[in-house]
């Protein structure tokens, strides 16, 4: 997997560690605007801010979690903290959207008058920090689902900066004070779909659910054109974190083959490996089957006309 970029961005711990930064001195910043002002609409912008430090705080506890070595309670590792970290800033958001449209329709029917120059000096501050954290977060969130749940929260807060900035001239200008509820709402909806995104992505991958880049049928169908193979079945494959693929398979051999089954597990790791990108494989390899029964009933590739 390519690294071209490594030396230009911060990993994602680092990331991670100045947004929360940022995002945090960015909350006690606004809030002292919100009390020196007493604008209850800035110092509800604030706390909203704040959510994101939580967030962000998530990603870092869970990707720290995630660096502890492998022992006899937990095999594989700590790598699915990662996971769960995701799926808690998944549920997070979720909560947070609902939060948003339920005010905001609350709102709509009896908008008021904000205090427009508080909101903006205070928006505008957030607009630089959020956009930092934006920045650094971005090349993370695409291949890490915990990143992303983070990454996201930043979004919320910098959307709803551009709301109240959007919100605030538009009452400034025109009167119109309904603009405010009916941004959030839309953005509400926004956020749902960003959630549910994280959350099924978090559920497939914790169901140990096949990653979406593989597909079985050609990983089997790769293991089974190698000379001596007579059949591939048993065949698995999910992830322990984002972007760490694991599988297995039991390969029947002829037994009359030239091949040997130290050959074939070479070939066959290779293939896995450089083509599909697999971060750890087994197979198991055989020349004839063994627990068909039991182990048909978690088999997705059956082959109903395996010899035995």
């Known amino acids: 997997?390519?690294?071209?970029?490594?030396?230009?961005?911060?990993?994602?711990?680092?990331?991670?560690?100045?947004?929360?930064?940022?995002?945090?001195?960015?909350?006690?910043?606004?809030?002292?605007?919100?009390?020196?002002?007493?604008?209850?609409?800035?110092i509800s912008d604030a706390f909203h801010?704040?959510?994101?430090?939580?967030?962000?705080?998530?990603?870092?506890i869970a990707a720290r979690i995630a660096k502890r070595p492998a022992d006899e309670q937990k095999s594989f590792g700590w790598l699915r903290a990662e996971i769960i970290?995701?799926?808690?800033?998944?549920?997070?958001?979720?909560?947070?959207?609902?939060?948003?449209?339920?005010?905001?329709?609350?709102?709509?029917?009896?908008?008021?008058?904000?205090?427009?120059g508080p909101m903006l000096i205070a928006a505008a501050g957030g607009l630089v920090t959020e956009f930092i954290s934006l920045y650094l977060l971005y090349r993370?969130?695409?291949?890490?689902?915990?990143?992303?749940?983070?990454?996201?929260?930043?979004?919320?807060?910098?959307?709803g900066s551009l709301i109240i900035i959007v919100a605030a001239l538009v009452i400034r200008f025109t009167g119109f004070l309904a603009i405010d509820p009916l941004l959030g709402i839309i953005f509400g909806f926004v956020l749902l779909w960003a959630s549910w995104g994280i959350l099924r992505d978090a559920i497939h991958l914790l169901m140990e659910g096949t990653p979406d880049e593989i597909s079985l049928a050609e990983a089997k169908?790769?293991?089974?054109?190698?000379?001596?193979?007579?059949?591939?079945?048993?065949?698995?494959?999910?992830?322990?974190?984002?972007?760490?693929?694991?599988?297995?398979?039991h390969v029947m051999v002829d037994k009359r083959a030239e091949i040997d089954s130290d050959e074939v597990l070479t070939i066959a790791q290779g293939k896995l490996v450089d083509e599909f990108g697999f971060y750890f494989t087994t197979i198991q390899v055989e020349t004839r089957c063994h627990d068909e029964e039991r182990a048909r009933t978690i088999d997705a590739l059956v082959d109903r006309s395996m010899a035995t």
């Open 85 to 116: 970290g995701a799926l808690v800033n998944g549920a997070f958001l979720l909560i947070m959207a609902l939060v948003v449209i339920v005010m905001g329709l609350m709102r709509l029917g009896n908008p008021i008058d904000l205090p427009t």
């Open 221 to 249: 169908a790769a293991l089974a054109v190698i000379p001596g193979v007579k059949n591939v079945h048993h065949v698995h494959a999910w992830a322990l974190t984002s972007g760490k693929y694991v599988f297995s398979a």
């Open 140 to 159: 993370q969130q695409g291949s890490d689902l915990n990143v992303r749940g983070a990454y996201w929260h930043i979004i919320q807060t910098f959307v």
């Open 49 to 60: 801010t704040f959510s994101a430090v939580g967030g962000v705080l998530v990603a870092i």
């Open 1 to 42: 997997m390519s690294e071209n970029h490594a030396g230009h961005m911060p990993s994602s711990g680092r990331a991670l560690s100045i947004s929360a930064w940022l995002t945090g001195v960015y909350f006690i910043v606004e809030l002292g605007i919100g009390l020196w002002t007493g604008s209850v609409a800035v």
